[in-house]
């Protein structure tokens, strides 16, 4: 295992158009986070998945933003009718555990995607 | 707003000096989770305290929890170029979901 993959590492959309990004946890993982990170700023916590429930969404997000984990595997996040703001990196991470358990375990990141706004 | 906040937001070093960065909460916390993100890179894990007054050591880094479970330090001894970087620390606070919270980070600039 390669650890957690992203897919794409850059897009370049313009305003108004969707997008959509893919992450690859690590397979044994069956926590999922998405998390946003702009310049200069720490991650931004978005939604997280155990297995394929989506457990949490954050109030910051609009309802522009949907994310999916249909098998439990591989989740996609996307974006509609992108606007400027929505520039940022986009990160996933996994981990191990489930309920309170799945904080005492680190998060593995992926790369991230980088979505800038035309 | 940020529930957990780091200090200082920079720090220049000069290379072969120690520092400390500094986490902090208002709110006690069950754990406290440490990251380093490389200009350019992705957050990747460093370590987990879990027990008031708690202290690890990796190398030239110890991390500390306070004893009220409140705060955290990093303290790099002898700095390298290789520790340029920003350090995150993440908690999972209670009134927030079981997800971890990011600070602000430290970014960390040696001085050769």
């Known amino acids: 295992d390669t650890g957690v993959s992203q897919d794409p590492r850059h897009k370049i959309t313009k305003r108004g158009q969707n997008v959509t990004f893919r992450c690859d946890p690590i397979?044994?993982?069956?926590?999922l986070y998405w998390y946003r990170q702009t310049l200069g700023q720490g991650p931004e916590f978005l939604t997280y998945?155990?297995?394929?429930?989506?457990?949490?969404k954050s109030r910051l997000l609009s309802d522009r933003f949907s994310a999916e984990r249909p098998k439990g595997s591989f989740s996609t996040l996307e974006i509609q009718r992108t606007e400027q703001g929505d520039s940022a990196m986009y990160l996933c991470a996994s981990s191990r555990g489930a309920g309170d358990r799945a904080t005492n375990y680190g998060y593995t990141f992926g790369s991230g995607t980088r979505l800038t706004v035309v | 707003g940020q529930q957990v906040m780091q200090i200082p937001q920079y720090q220049h070093v000069q290379e072969g000096e120690d520092f400390t960065t500094y986490c902090n909460s208002s709110t006690t916390l069950s754990n406290i989770q440490w990251y380093k993100q490389r200009p350019g890179g992705h957050p990747v894990f460093l370590i987990q305290l879990v027990k008031s007054g708690e202290v690890k050591k990796q190398k030239r880094l110890t991390f500390q929890f306070g004893e009220a479970k409140k705060n955290s330090s990093l303290h790099i001894t002898a700095t390298q170029t290789t520790d340029v970087g920003t350090y995150f620390c993440a908690a999972r606070l209670e009134a927030a979901g079981n997800k971890l919270t990011f600070g602000g980070g430290t970014r960390v600039l040696v001085k050769p």
């Open positions: 998945f155990q297995n394929e429930a989506q457990l949490e």
């Open positions: 397979s044994e993982h069956n926590r």
